[in-house]
């Protein structure tokens, strides 16, 4: 009965973090009536690049990435998704189709809202329209300073920026290391260069003695000289 309460959207204190803290006790249990809640493995697809969602997911547990395909075949990583935040959003309020993937990268658990739901109170509260405008202006905000960093910044200020990111986001485990394992290929597609310079990257910042690596494990030993790479000092 505890977990059910718990599920219950009313109750959830995952919609703190989202435009959902928005809406009324009576708005959210209409939600907790129709929403499913679902498992997914790490590696899974939660939705695909150019699909038709015909609702959004609120992440409750793990993180998931969100990219885009270009051009040439290579999958650009926009964002590292955790909990709290509302998957699909835009693209159901805009009713178009998705121009993003998700993917699993860990196991997670979402909750599955119609659009229904959304259009329905963003017609109806004036506060919730307001929360979700606010929330993609700071998803547009993301979005310029990461065009920014891949214009103006090298790749080893890029990859530093991203080992800092993970470790202040994600924390460290019991070790040390970042809490977050993310592939030599995922990393290369979050700061936009090839998995070898990535590669040779930590390679240096390992000789350097900034990081330690384990397998796809990392530890920030140094985060003063990362901290000086990135600023140019």
């Known amino acids: 009965m505890e977990d059910h309460q718990e599920g219950r959207c009313e109750n959830c204190i995952i919609r703190q973090l989202n435009s959902l803290k928005a809406l009324s006790k009576e708005e959210l249990k209409l939600i907790s009536d129709t929403k499913v809640t ?6 899974d697809v939660i939705f695909e690049e150019g699909e038709k969602l015909n609702g959004v997911f609120c992440v409750r547990n793990g993180v998931s990435k969100l990219s885009k395909m270009s ?3 290579k999958d650009q990583i926009v964002k590292i998704a955790t909990k709290g935040e ?3 959003q835009r693209s159901v309020i805009a009713e178009e189709k998705t121009n993003l993937s998700a ?3 860990n196991d997670m658990e979402v909750c599955y809202i119609s659009k229904n739901h959304l259009t329905d109170n963003i017609s109806n509260n004036v506060a919730f329209t307001k929360a979700i405008l606010v929330q993609m202006a700071e998803d547009l905000k993301f ?3 990461v065009i920014v960093n891949m214009a103006q910044k090298s790749v080893k200020q890029r990859i530093a920026e991203t080992l800092r990111y993970l470790e202040k986001n994600f924390k460290t485990d019991e070790e040390g290391y970042i809490a977050m394992t993310l592939s030599r290929e995922d990393i290369a597609n979050v700061v936009g260069a090839a998995k070898e310079a990535c590669i040779r990257t930590l390679t240096s910042f390992k000789k350097e003695g900034w990081i330690i690596t384990d397998g796809k494990r990392i530890k920030i ?3 003063k000289a990362l901290y000086r790479l990135i600023e140019g000092f």
């Open 103 to 105: 993917v699993a990268l």
């Open 86 to 88: 509302v998957l699909g």
């Open 38 to 43: 679902k498992s997914i493995k790490k590696g």
């Open 221 to 223: 030993e140094d985060d």
């Open 143 to 145: 979005a310029d300073d």
């Open 71 to 73: 051009d040439n075949g």
